[in-house]
């Protein structure tokens, strides 16, 4: 993503009141436009491969194809990020949405300021998790843990320290912060982390760090 241009995003729910919201409060920003809408889940995937935004806006609970199938559809077949926004905080629903690739899992009753930094930081190659979804994702993770942790031994010390601040759900500033390293280093560190996981997205890698017992 550019810095010198707005966030392109497409909406995806099957309430059109809804995405009329989200469109105000988005492009209220400034800094984001939305380029395209859809009411269902098969019309996210045509409009991601369509329009090629910086990331999709997804609801869970579409009719024909769901924001779950959709987001695996989009993820494995382009470069396009989602974002998924709900009402439902199940659990499922959390970890079906993460399984296929999202890039971070808010709930509708997000503030505008939550919103919007969590489209942002989305586009820019953050994870973002509300509060309440991270709670859901670390139960679940250490209800599901086995005796054998993660194998992290590929990992540098640093990688590690980089690893445990997305699991903490840091942002890429926040943990350069946490560790007085450059951005652009944290952002290099969090490139290796993934590749020597083989992990798909942040998400992915907190949900490792998790496991590890790194958060």
Do not use: C, W
Not at 21 to 34: F, K, N, Q, T
């Amino acid at each position: 993503m550019n810095d010198d241009r707005r966030v392109r995003v497409v909406l995806a729910d099957d309430h059109s009141a809804v995405r009329e919201g989200l469109r105000m409060v988005l492009e209220a920003s400034g800094r984001i436009s939305v380029v395209g809408e859809a009411s269902d889940g098969a019309a996210a995937v045509s409009a991601a491969t369509r329009l090629r935004p910086d990331l999709v806006l997804m609801d869970v609970r579409m009719p024909q194809v769901d924001g779950i199938a959709a987001t695996e559809t989009i993820t494995s077949s382009t470069d396009v990020r989602v974002l998924v926004l709900t009402t439902f905080g199940l659990d499922d629903y959390v970890l079906g949405a993460l399984a296929a690739g999202a890039s971070g899992f808010l709930l509708k009753t997000a503030t505008g300021t939550e919103l919007v930094d969590g489209t942002l930081r989305v586009a820019a190659g953050d994870a973002v998790l509300d509060a309440e979804v991270a709670r859901v994702v670390v139960d679940a993770m250490r209800g599901r843990q086995t005796a054998a942790a993660p194998d992290l031994s590929a990992l540098t010390d640093r990688e590690r320290d980089v690893l445990a601040g997305v699991g903490a759900g840091l942002s890429n500033a926040q943990i350069a912060r946490r560790l007085e390293i450059g951005e652009s280093t944290v952002k290099t560190h969090v490139s290796r982390v993934l590749m020597k996981l083989d992990a798909p997205s942040r998400v992915q890698a907190a949900v490792v760090a998790v496991q590890a017992g790194l958060v």
